[in-house]
């Protein structure tokens, strides 16, 4: 191979917006002949909405979608996005306060406080201050979880407020057979679902929809047009990733659901121990193992700093278009060479 017509083909991949952290990977990205993509970010475009709140019987949607968004405005999953988007901003300014009893966690330990509904009057005629958060923990993959304390005319109440995957909720001790029917209802329609409890009960249930990027089903027919397997990896529950990858053309039977994050890799290694020669897309915190694990990591430009530090490949546009792109850009150079 000739160092020039390897510079020549990552000088091209850099027009294109294709950034190759070396000449040598433009010979893996020829070899690979199964792609695996993660869901959302990549597939879809990430920027999840919230389209609804089901509440528990007895239970009030606004207080749901308020305490929900309390927590997850210090989260930084699309998830929370959408939930902390959905509730009214703070109309006081955003206070600080300690933490008294920092916890330990895989994720971010914050304390701030927020307000979900700022002063307002409650259904009730009494005032309602800011929430505020104390004692913020992020599982990745799984939820999150907050003390939000509330001022109700000079009383405070303070809830231990869990938000995320119904499972998870389970594991720590929460009832969820409340509103098993509504996760149920959503999954199966092709959203996703997450669960709100506080004081070890299910309150609610909030849906979330996240469209497929214009580009991605092209996209996947292009790859597939190329000679490669397309695969969908999620954490999602499996009506969400069967409804994206219908959407985009990929096969029930290449569809891997409710993949805890540590368990991306192991996806990725049963590939290969089946011979395939994998490249991975990606663009999440959680995405960062597979696409080092991966033959071919590729990481979406508008991704987290972590997927791209991760991969060989940086699609700069975060448009799965660049993926078949950098394909044939490697196929090309490489015949070139020989
Ligand atoms: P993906 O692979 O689709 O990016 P993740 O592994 O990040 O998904 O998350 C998997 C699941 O964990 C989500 O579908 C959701 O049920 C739950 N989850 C993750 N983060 C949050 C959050 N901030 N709030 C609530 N649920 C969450
Ligand atoms: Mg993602």
Known sequence: ???????????????????????????????????????????????????????????DADEVRRLAAAVERLAEHPIARA??????????????AR?????????????????????GVG??????????????????GRGVSGVVR??????????????GRRGWLEEQGVRTDDVAAAVDAAEADGATAVVAAWDGRARGVLVLRDPVKPTSTDAVRELRALGLRPVLLTGDNRGAALATARAVGIADADVVAQVMPDEKVAAVERLQAGGARVAMVGDGVNDAAALATADLGLAMGTGTDVAIEAADLTLVRGDLASAPQAIRLSRRTLRVIR
């Open 99 to 119: 933490s008294d009893n920092p916890t330990e966690s895989t994720g971010l330990d914050r304390t701030l406080a927020t307000g979900g509904s700022g002063v």
């Open 123 to 140: 259904a009730d005629g009494v005032g309602v201050g800011a929430d505020e958060v104390r004692e913020f923990r992020a599982d990745a």
């Open 1 to 59: 191979a000739t160092p020039t017509a390897l510079l020549v083909g990552t000088g091209r991949g850099a027009q294109l917006g294709i950034l190759i952290k070396g000449p040598e990977i433009l010979e893996e990205t020829r070899r690979v002949d199964t792609v695996v993509l993660d869901k959302t970010g990549t597939v879809t475009a990430g920027r999840m909405a919230l389209v609804d709140v089901v509440p528990a019987a007895g239970e």
């Open 83 to 96: 939930i902390a988007e959905a509730a009214p901003e703070p109309d006081r300014p955003v206070t600080r």
């Open 150 to 163: 509330t001022a109700h005319s000079g009383v405070a109440l303070a809830r231990r407020v869990l938000v």
